[in-house]
């Protein structure tokens, strides 16, 4: 069975780099938002297609496909990551470009 709970967890950082905070503000655009979004992008399109078909899955089998939902929470999970990043500066950790945990 899977654990259908939902964790967010950052770590509270005690000191963040001023540097890598400047990179992020005038060059963010181009070294992690350009790479990003365009995968993010064509995941979502995937992630879209999933969506439409497991409300069907579940109006009429009362279940989320297991393998739709974890392609699903990869792609929340790497959004997420990247908008911890890049929109709210919780971590200077540079996001992975994948989804798993």
Same mark, same amino acid.
């Given at each position: ?11 509270? +950082? ?5 540097? *890598? ?6 060059? $963010? ?9 365009? !995968?993010? $992008? *064509?995941?979502? *399109? $995937? ?10 899955? *579940? ?5 989320? +496909? ?5 392609? !699903? ?12 990043? !890049? ?8 996001? +992975?470009?994948? $989804?798993?945990?």
């Amino acid at each position: 069975m899977i654990d259908s709970s939902v964790h967010f967890q950052v770590k509270y +950082p005690e000191k963040l780099s001023r540097g *890598i905070l400047l990179l992020r503000a005038l060059f $963010g655009t181009i070294y992690v938002m350009i790479p990003h979004g365009f !995968m993010l $992008g *064509i995941y979502g *399109i $995937g992630a879209g297609f999933l969506l439409f078909f497991s409300w069907w899955a *579940i109006l009429f089998t009362g279940k989320y +496909p297991e393998n739709w939902f974890k392609y !699903m929470t990869r792609f929340m999970r790497w959004g997420l990551r990247v908008a911890a990043y !890049m929109s709210f500066y919780m971590t200077d950790k540079y996001p +992975p470009f994948t $989804g798993e945990e």
